[in-house]
């Protein structure tokens, strides 16, 4: 059983920066595309980022291009989202992600609060 384990979220300023790591267990992680997704308060879970096996190829949403940047370490079995600039509309839930015979693998969310 594929497993996914979250940890960096917390509470910043806007304007400031943070750093969310995902580390996978049960699976070979470097064949797999990585994602991370929000579910923001009253809204839709929403798609944030992906990244390739490889990490060759990295896409993100347009409300975060630019400011975010997904990495992976395969390693270290690890994959990570850098969040500069925050503003009060990132608030949200993240989750990591990866897709598996046909079904999502999800991450326990980590909160980030960005709030003055």
């Known amino acids: 059983q594929p497993q996914l384990v979250e940890s960096g979220g917390g509470l910043v300023q806007p304007g400031g920066s943070l750093r969310l790591s995902c580390e996978a267990f049960?699976?070979?992680?470097?064949?797999?595309?990585m994602s991370w997704y929000r579910q923001a308060p009253g809204k839709e879970r929403e798609w944030v980022a992906g990244?390739?096996?490889?990490?060759?190829?990295?896409n993100y949403a347009d409300s975060v291009k630019g400011r975010f940047t997904i990495s992976r370490d395969n390693a270290k079995n690890t994959v990570y989202l850098q969040m500069n600039s925050l503003k009060p509309e990132d608030t949200a839930v993240y989750y990591c992600n990866t897709r598996r015979a046909d079904r999502d693998y999800w991450g326990q969310g980590t909160q980030v609060t960005v709030s003055s």
């Open positions: 049960g699976f070979t992680f470097s064949s797999y595309a």
């Open positions: 990244i390739s096996s490889a990490g060759r190829i990295r």
